[in-house]
């Protein structure tokens, strides 16, 4: 067994590092690992390049690692929405940077970093700001833009259920970007509201293999 079972949140995010590329799952808050979120608050690294969909929502999760002061950069592909207070301030006051990634490129530069590939051309942002200072190439008449992977020195994710090997299962639209940043980072963290014995996860309906995953721990009860 390689994956390892945490006693606690905090025993999970142990050891992450000053100035680390953290990719955190979630699509808004469906999927978000807030238990591990607050975690890496209370354990303190700072200096942190944050990937994810949203720039956070609220005053919890994301957005609260946000209001603490510890994200240099943010990379995402929708950094406002009417409970994007947070980040809209840290913005406007020039103590965040942003980089906007279209949601489908957001999603393939992680699974390019998972797959190994050195870069990819793709259409979409051609023509716009978002494709300014980057390579272009026309193929079979039509005009592509080169994108690079988006590698993460840390995952974040939320599961549904794990089984004692790390094998992950997630529930409806909370998978959403977890099985990505699972192949893109170096270390792996899943919060799972469940931890259940090797062999009861039937392999077929297996989404992320243990083999990705190092670190598990059990999503803290709530009344």
Known sequence: ?????????????????????????????????????????????????????????????????????????????????????VFDDLYRSGRIELEVVPQGNLAERMRAAGAGIGAFFCPTGVGTLLAEGKETREIDGRTYVLEYPIKGDVALIGAQRADRMGNLVYRKTARNFGPVMATAATTVIAQVREIVETGTIDPETVVTPGIYVDRVVKEAKTA
């Open 1 to 85: 067994m390689t994956t390892q079972l945490c006693a606690n949140a905090d025993e999970a995010v142990a050891g992450i590092e000053d100035g680390s590329t953290v990719l955190v799952g979630g699509f808004g808050m469906a999927g978000m690992p807030v238990d591990l979120i607050d975690a890496l608050i209370r354990q303190g690294a700072k200096d942190l390049t944050v990937v994810s969909n949203n720039a956070g929502n609220g005053d919890t999760g994301l957005a609260a690692l946000l209001a603490k002061g510890r994200v240099r950069k943010v990379i995402c592909s929708f950094p406002r929405q009417s409970d994007s207070w």
